[in-house]
């Protein structure tokens, strides 16, 4: 092997030792620019204080709620496990009995509703619990 191959076999080597320090670096600077990223807890985990309680009703507020959580399982053309929930009158007796808010709040004893699924989301179980503290009333 001549002198002119052996430093062409040298730089190659240094090239190749390069290039890998500068992916490595880029690739470094690159985790440490996402590691500077800043969610606010806030933005990430919203308190209950933005849930309106002001104007619960049954109309406007819970029928919403059960319709978009409750009625596919609990309505009167699919009452599973014999509960419905779709009109006032079948709702009332649950919430007078206790097991509406038992089974919404995921409450020891009751089937945790709705099933197979996470619990509804607090500002929605803080509107449901104004409902039935005032009353429950059909409005």
């Known amino acids: 092997m001549g002198v002119d191959s052996a430093k062409i076999i040298k730089n190659k080597s240094?090239?190749?030792?390069?290039?890998?320090?500068?992916?490595?670096?880029?690739?470094?600077?690159?985790m440490g620019l996402n590691a500077c990223y800043y969610?606010?807890?806030?933005?990430?985990?919203?308190?209950?204080?933005?849930?309106d309680l002001s104007n619960v009703t049954y109309s406007g507020t819970i029928v919403p709620i059960l319709n978009d959580n409750c009625y596919s399982c609990h309505s009167s053309s699919f009452p599973q496990g014999s509960v419905v929930?779709?009109?006032?009158?079948?709702?009332?007796?649950?919430?007078?009995?206790g097991r509406f808010w038992g089974a919404v709040n995921?409450?020891?004893?009751?089937?945790?509703?709705?099933?197979?699924?996470?619990q509804l989301p607090q500002c929605e179980l803080d509107k449901?619990?104004?409902?039935?503290?005032?009353?429950a009333l059909n409005n």
Not at 85 to 97: A, C, M, Q, R, S
């Open 14 to 30: 240094l090239m190749n030792t390069k290039t890998i320090k500068l992916v490595l670096f880029l690739f470094v600077g690159l």
């Open 39 to 51: 969610d606010s807890e806030e933005e990430l985990y919203p308190s209950s204080g933005d849930c």
């Open 85 to 97: 929930l779709d009109n006032y009158n079948d709702l009332k007796t649950h919430v007078d009995n």
């Open 106 to 118: 995921h409450e020891s004893g009751y089937s945790p509703m709705p099933q197979n699924l996470p």
């Open 128 to 135: 449901i619990k104004t409902w039935i503290d005032n009353g």
